[in-house]
T-cell receptor
Framework: DQQVKQNSPSLSVQEGRISILNCDYT??????FLWYKKYPAEGPTFLIS?????DKNEDGRFTVFLNKSAKHLSLHIVPSQPGDSAVYFC?????????????FGKGTKLTVNP | KAGVTQTPRYLIKTRGQQVTLSCSPI?????VSWYQQTPGQGLQFLFE???????NKGNFPGRFSGRQFSNSRSEMNVSTLELGDSALYLC???????????FGQGTRLTVV
């Protein structure tokens, strides 16, 4: 049973527009959420995170929104750039969970067209 | 700080053989986790080591094993390779208790 779901395997966006990547989770015990970005033939790199005590966290062009009641989070990238083209993984961790407790979604491949 | 280093980057093995992959974590990180990535399956957790002890294990057969050394370096071994073991194997290190994991570039294993 998938506890973290990214229902869109792929997303295509025009350069300069907003990219919205979505993630749903089923385990209400998760209280910390992360997004990772992965280029082909490279390991994932940490992008941004959010704790369940917040509903929004911003870092430059990247903003993560958390809706605890809906068990849903989203990553907004504004404006999107061609270099943002990558696979984005959503991950969740339970309380006091270190990285060994991370549960990953299957990823969404974002393509930003020039 | 140097990042997580995995060796080798690429490997081609024959069915039935065994393989050992290596991971050097970020200096000071004592937790090392291993993941398998295959197309359409995302990142699947293999196991995690901390202070030379396996703390957590994913749902993989016993052919997959690992160990961690006193300097926190880790190795992963796969015995009796199958075609389905072809994947990108990723190692991640972290400070204990922190959810942010830092990944290496991975080892691309191809089983023929």
């Amino acid at each position: 049973d998938q506890q973290v779901k990214q229902n869109s395997p792929s997303l295509s966006v025009q350069e300069g527009r907003i990219s919205i990547l979505n993630c749903d989770y089923t385990n209400s015990m998760f209280d910390y959420f992360l997004w990772y970005k992965k280029y082909p033939a490279e390991g994932p790199t940490f992008l941004i995170s959010i704790s369940s005590i917040k509903d929004k966290n911003e870092d430059g062009r990247f903003t993560v929104f958390l809706n605890k009641s809906a068990k849903h989070l989203s990553l907004h990238i504004v404006p999107s750039q061609p270099g943002d083209s990558a696979v984005y993984f959503c991950a969740a961790a339970p309380p006091q969970g270190g990285s060994e407790k991370l549960v990953f979604g299957k990823g969404t491949k974002l393509t930003v067209n020039p | 700080k140097a990042g997580v280093t995995q060796t080798p980057r690429y490997l081609i093995k024959t069915r039935g053989q065994q393989v050992t992959l290596s991971c050097s974590p970020i200096s000071g990180h004592r937790s090392v986790s291993w993941y398998q990535q295959t197309p359409g399956q995302g990142l699947q957790f293999l196991f995690e080591y901390f202070s030379e002890t396996q703390r957590n294990k994913g749902n993989f057969p016993g052919r997959f094993s690992g160990r961690q050394f006193s300097n926190s370096r880790s190795e992963m071994n796969v015995s009796t390779l199958e075609l389905g073991d072809s994947a990108l194997y990723l190692c991640a290190s972290a400070d204990p208790g922190f959810a942010e994991a830092f990944f290496g570039q991975g080892t691309r294993l191809t089983v023929v």
